[in-house]
């Protein structure tokens, strides 16, 4: 493994340990050249998937940059870390158990907004605005919709109701 830090080739490996329900393997890692420390993962890949984009261009296919997506719509949530882990663990794992070599950007999108449901609605309907292309405020409504999340719900309509007199 190249050292980030100087370049050199020859990293020494300090700590090795399961992750992720020991579906990947975190490594601790020194640079004998310049002491740097670095971590790296080592995951299973049972085969190479291309994402075909909506122009009809293919591009490898990059769990980071799912990772990544899905991260800024979960920015400020309260959702554990080891939860998301899994979720993107999980829509991997699907595409490449479908036995398909080349999947549509939009499956992905679709897998994305499925495990987002799960996991936290604010996050939901963010990742979904930005998959979906939200144009006006009545998109968001839609999806707001779509969650079963209404203004009439139980806790509004208690506060609404006089307090009882003892």
Same mark, same amino acid.
């Given at each position: ?59 490898? =296919? ?25 979720? /993107?663990?999980?829509? /991997? ?33 963010? =990742?979904?605005? /930005?998959?979906?292309? =939200? ?13 079963? /999340? ?17």
């Amino acid at each position: 493994m190249r050292c980030p830090y100087c370049g050199g080739l020859d990293t020494q490996v300090k700590d090795s340990r399961p992750v992720d329900d020991a579906a990947a393997i975190r490594r601790r890692r020194i640079c004998p050249d310049c002491g740097g420390r670095f971590t790296t993962f080592e995951r299973v890949q049972l085969r190479e998937l291309a994402v075909v984009k909506k122009s009809g261009r293919r591009a490898p =296919f990059d769990r980071d940059k799912l990772m990544r997506s899905i991260e800024v719509a979960l920015r400020k949530r309260p959702v554990d870390p080891e939860r998301v882990e899994r979720m /993107v663990n999980g829509i /991997v794992r699907q595409l490449e158990s479908q036995g398909e070599a080349e999947i549509p950007s939009h499956q992905i999108g679709e897998l994305a907004m499925e495990g987002l449901r799960g996991l936290d609605d604010v996050a939901y309907v963010r =990742f979904a605005s /930005v998959y979906r292309d =939200f144009r006006e405020a009545r998109d968001f409504s839609a999806v707001v919709d779509e969650l079963g /999340v209404g203004g009439d719900d139980e806790a509004g309509q208690a506060s609404a109701s006089p307090p009882k007199k003892p």
